[in-house]
């Protein structure tokens, strides 16, 4: 895995990183987008157009926001290799983790 979206892009999903993908790696799911580790090629086209910085390359996540590594790796353990998350559509559930955030986590981002 190389891209990690963090606590950022909870429950505000701009998608600006899903239309720069090249490969269709970021997925949907309830409250924040996902990018699957086994279908990313590292091109790093993602990061710059996140209108809330949400997306990390994978060592430069912040501590604080390390465990959305393994939460997405969760995530795509149970989705699986979907390969392309635009024909797939969205997914009905996040991983638990990220379920488990508050509602108000992001209420003060306004684009």
């Known amino acids: 895995m190389a891209y990690v979206i963090a606590e ?6 701009d998608k600006a990183c899903v239309e720069e993908c090249p490969v269709d790696c970021i997925y ?3 409250r924040t987008l996902y990018i ?17 910085e949400a997306i990390f390359y994978e ?3 912040p501590d604080d926001w390390a465990w959305y590594k393994d939460a997405a790796v969760n995530f795509f353990n149970e989705v699986g290799d979907q390969g392309g998350a635009q024909a797939f559509g969205p997914i009905d559930h996040d991983e638990p983790t990220v ?5 108000d986590i992001n209420a003060d981002w306004d684009e």
Do not use: I
């Open 8 to 13: 950022p892009c909870v429950d505000v999903k």
């Open 28 to 30: 949907e799911g309830p």
């Open 36 to 52: 699957n580790p086994n279908e990313c090629v590292d091109c790093g086209a993602c990061e710059p157009v996140c209108p809330t």
């Open 59 to 61: 060592d430069d996540l």
């Open 99 to 103: 379920a488990k955030l508050p509602a």
